[in-house]
């Protein structure tokens, strides 16, 4: 899916909405836990219930991962499942890969040609071999870690080289190079507030895939204000505070009403740019 797709699925939803599969056996409703594959059969009520009110979904591999082979078989089948269902969804795998190039590239190559997803996250860290073989795949996104949601961003990319410039700058500006706003998306935390008015400034036309709102208490109103372009440029995602705001038999409906609050914000605040 290209950057004007991506636009287009905004303008039709008046939603940029992601919703992040971030699925644990032991959050579920207890009633999934008979099913042969509990986690699929939760993901797939969850993705029925808001496919028409998001433009995306972000599956986390750590919750996958955490259950050996069933856990990579059910992530496998949900991917799927959105591919043959609802084909318009932009697909994240919320990995955080990156490594040497020939170990990056067996990382691609499970997500690019193994699972056909359309875009990875990948941690800037190891510099650019370790980014690139992510970029070979025509049509797929890096979505590169620039300024994450959590406490511990203060640790490394809020401090300041002897020029003045923060690391996540350094990271916003040098990886440019690598591609551009038609292949690469940030990550920015729905936490960092005004940071994303100094951000706009490195990459206005960039989108962002934004965590951080729900659960961890960021701010959509903020995130929009200074964080918005004139395409939206902004993939807001939430997890917890969609998957799990019920646990009886009821809980795709709950989470429906969940997506749909924020999508009517989001419709909201499009106006601004439609
Ligand atoms: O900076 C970051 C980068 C990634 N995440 C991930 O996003 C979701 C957020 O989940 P919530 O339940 O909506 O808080 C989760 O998968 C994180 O690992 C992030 O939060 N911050």
Not at 26 to 46: G, Q, R, T, V
Not at 60 to 83: C, D, H, P, R
Request: charged letters at 25%; hydrophobic letters at 40%; a negative charge.
């Amino acid at each position: 899916m290209d950057k004007q797709q991506l636009f287009e699925n905004i303008k039709r939803k008046k939603s940029f909405l992601c919703v992040g599969l971030d699925t644990d056996i032991k959050k579920i409703p207890e009633h999934l836990l008979k099913e042969e594959e509990p986690i699929f059969a939760f993901n797939k009520a969850i993705i029925d219930a808001t496919a028409d009110l998001c433009i995306a979904y972000k599956p986390n591999l750590a919750f996958y991962e955490s259950m050996g082979v069933k856990g990579w078989i059910a992530f496998e089948k949900t991917v799927q499942y959105i591919k043959k269902n609802y084909p318009d969804q932009f697909i994240i795998a919320d990995a955080k890969r990156g490594d040497i190039g020939n170990t990056s590239a067996m990382y691609a190559r499970t997500f690019f040609e193994e699972l056909n997803i359309d875009s990875v996250t990948v941690a800037p860290y190891m510099g650019e071999d370790s980014v690139t073989p992510f970029l070979t795949y025509e049509g797929k996104w890096v979505i590169l870690l620039a300024l994450t949601s959590n406490k511990g961003s203060h640790d490394f990319q809020l401090t300041e080289d002897v020029n003045g410039e923060r690391l996540f700058e350094k990271v916003l500006r040098k990886s440019q190079e690598w591609a551009s706003e038609d292949r690469m998306m940030y990550v920015v935390g729905a936490t960092q507030g005004r940071a994303f008015e100094d951000i706009r400034k490195i990459v206005p036309n960039h989108f962002l895939l934004v965590p951080g709102v729900g659960a961890q208490g960021g701010s959509l109103d903020e995130v929009c204000k200074y964080g918005m372009n004139s395409t939206c440029g902004l993939i807001v995602n939430s997890s917890r505070g969609i998957i799990y705001v019920d646990k009886t038999e009821k809980f795709a409906e709950a989470a429906r009403k969940a997506a749909q609050e924020v999508q009517a914000q989001m419709a909201e605040q499009l106006k601004a740019i439609l």
